[in-house]
T-cell receptor, first 112, second 111 residues
Framework: GAGVSQSPSNKVTEKGKDVELRCDPI?????LYWYRQSLGQGLEFLIY????????KSGLPSDRFSAERTGGSVSTLTIQRTQQEDSAVYLC??????????FGPGTRLTVT | QKEVEQNSGPLSVPEGAIASLNCTYS??????FFWYRQYSGKSPELIMS????GDKEDGRFTAQLNKASQYVSLLIRDSQPSDSATYLC???????????FGKGNQVVVIP
């Protein structure tokens, strides 16, 4: 079946602009996660959605970052007033209620 | 102490040999452990999951878990050039579903 999809695959933006990254999880997966991977750094947890429960936002690095998940499926990660340190690959993953997480191809964000 | 540590530097192994990767974690209450393979420029791909102490084999891969010592390892038997990648250890921390990742170990299989 179809895996996790993300769009866009690449995004170049100017410092100070807002960006939206989209994730479409595997059908039937109730849990959705956002991670960030910076050059030379490990994978960093950002936010976690499970069904209709309140999201776990504990990994968001600043209030410029927000995410929503509509209808229990598609999620959008929004970064406002982007900074150069936001440049990274943003990865989305999904899983069944509690289980193995499967990653999408990622969005490479470059802030100039 | 970092949540998940993978301390070994790049690992070069000849084709056909066994590659051995180790990972330690800080939270004694962790219950779920995963190994991901990441090719350069690609996203992580799940290759193994392990939940109980002992060994779990899947094809040429064997994961080993020792909760008392808080380590998990991955063995790749009969290494192939296609196994050349970075291997990430991941642990479900604090009883929730978020994964904590190690920095990864690069494996290079030499033909």
């Amino acid at each position: 079946g179809a895996g996790v999809s993300q769009s866009p695959s690449n995004k170049v933006t100017e410092k100070g602009k807002d960006v939206e990254l989209r994730c479409d999880p595997i059908s039937g997966h109730t849990a959705l996660y956002w991670y960030r991977q910076s050059l030379g750094q490990g994978l960093e947890f950002l936010i976690y959605f499970q069904g209709n429960s309140a999201p776990d936002k504990s990994g968001l690095p600043s209030d410029r970052f927000s995410a929503e998940r509509t209808g229990g499926s598609v999620s959008t990660l929004t970064i406002q007033r982007t900074q150069q340190e936001d440049s990274a690959v943003y990865l989305c993953a999904s899983s069944l209620v509690s289980g193995e997480q499967y990653f999408g191809p990622g969005t490479r964000l470059t802030v100039t | 102490q970092k949540e998940v540590e993978q301390n070994s530097g790049p690992l070069s192994v000849p084709e056909g040999a066994i590659a051995s990767l180790n990972c330690t974690y800080s939270d004694r209450g962790s219950q779920s452990f995963f190994w991901y393979r990441q090719y350069s420029g690609k996203s992580p791909e799940l290759i193994m999951s392990i939940y109980s102490n002992g060994d779990k084999e899947d094809g040429r891969f064997t994961a080993q878990l020792n909760k008392a010592s808080q380590y998990v390892s991955l063995l790749i038997r009969d290494s192939q050039p296609s196994d050349s990648a970075t291997y990430l250890c991941a642990v479900n921390m604090y009883g929730n579903n978020r994964l904590a990742f190690g920095k990864g170990n690069q494996v290079v299989v030499i033909p």
